[in-house]
């Protein structure tokens, strides 16, 4: 199970609803967040999830709003005396905000900071999953970051087993785990009972991003596409010119990866009531939902 | 009158109940802010408070929790289109910070920014009132500030001109305004129809410091005094080594000094219920509040 919270969904500027860009994936003890906008530590307290030891950070891009707040979380980890390595992740800059808050702030943590650099591909694999990073058209070195679990085991089929007289109990485990086993001096192969493998579960965050087509494939058959929508189609022009995302372009690309669902995000702060972007992406993809501030989505595999 | 909103009251790391340090103070058309932590915009939109024109920041001293929010601020501020010049007030290091922010994330605001290196004394002379910066004992250049307001006319005594032949009309106003008069050759001066200067309103900020006497003097007979209590009374000895004051230790300054109101603020995240602060200040000088967040305090003049 996989639980998706949404701590800030603004655009650039936080409105009295809406914090600034920040959003925690929790999977099987292992604690992810992708950005950290200003006033990200304290959204992590609204919504009850504090800091954990299993903490890994992915920033997308090195706007202020989508950083500022890493500051913050260094400085309250520190103060609280978290001892185990910290891993961060992010474009080349990161590593020259982290060092220029140590300088100013005379800042030394009490755990080590582990800076990766990332680039198109696998940046991190965690227990059964991948996190990936991809290269969107925004400011120099933006990404996105896909999750991707592992193929699972196909599903065990105790009727072909029985068939092929395996007896229940210890070697049906070993065949669910893939091994072979000997009945009679006969090999079980795990293929013979087992159905193909299934694929596990997938989420795409899109950073900050103008509409690009790449997108499609990197989303493909998604269980969450989270892209931005900064604005909605009649500022198309905006979106273009600012390198940002409208409502129905999300949406097509969505439709278009076959992805189960659409959370549009990073919602442009003149959006109080941000209806019209539904509004026009429902039109092009029906499941589209707008992130709200401490939303939280659960993803389980379906079989 | 003078408005006075606490957009944050932790200490340090902020809770799910209070941000980071910032204090709002709003006076005849003026926005004076004391300290900007982390998330103090998004506290302003909450408080329906934004930024205006005739804004001026204050910042006490450089430690994280008390400056990272300007950075916020200023972004805002230029994204938003922001013509006229700021002025920020601050210990040296706070022109570094503003540097490094414009550096790092590549930010040229649209307005000028005027940073004023703080001393002891006045530091700002607004309309009717001054802003003084003091230093304390807490990190290298930490101040708290006051602002006072300037002595008012005296109260004008209708009797006592009416008595000197002055007849009511143009004449009493120019007395009331300070000018003398003349009546059948015969000089009628303010003083002698008016009462002796009233003196305005004067609220003081203790900034982060641990206790020193020299605040008795720096908050006599304040009408408000805002001191930080990060500790009670049982963790005195922790409040020495960090450069905090505890709340009897605030008390005792307020009950010393005279002052009117005493507010108990950069309340320790350990208080979730801070009633212990309240208590042990309390037994010293009764009228004692403690901060909360988005709380306002309204000043006005008795006579």
Redesign the interface.
Known sequence: MIRVIFLGTSA?????NR??PSIMILRNGEQLIFDCG??V??QM??AGVGLRKNLRIFISH????HV??L??IL??LS??GRQDPLEVYGPS?LS??IE??KE??N?TPSFDIIIHKVSDGVVYRGRGFKIVAFKVKHMEESYGYALVEDLRPGKFDPRKAEKLGVPKGPLWKALQEGKPVKIDGREVKPEDVMGPPRRGLKIVYSGDTALMQEMIEISRDADLLIHEATFDDTLQEMAVNELHTTASQAATIAREAGVKKLVLTHISPRYEDPTILLTQAKKIFDNTIIAEDLMNIELAWSD
Chains 1, 2 share one sequence.
């Open positions: 650039s500027i936080p409105t009295k914090a600034l200003e006033g530590q304290r307290l609204i090195m706007h202020a709003d500022l707040g500051a913050g400085m309250s103060l609280t800059k020259s905000f220029l808050v100013l702030f800042f």
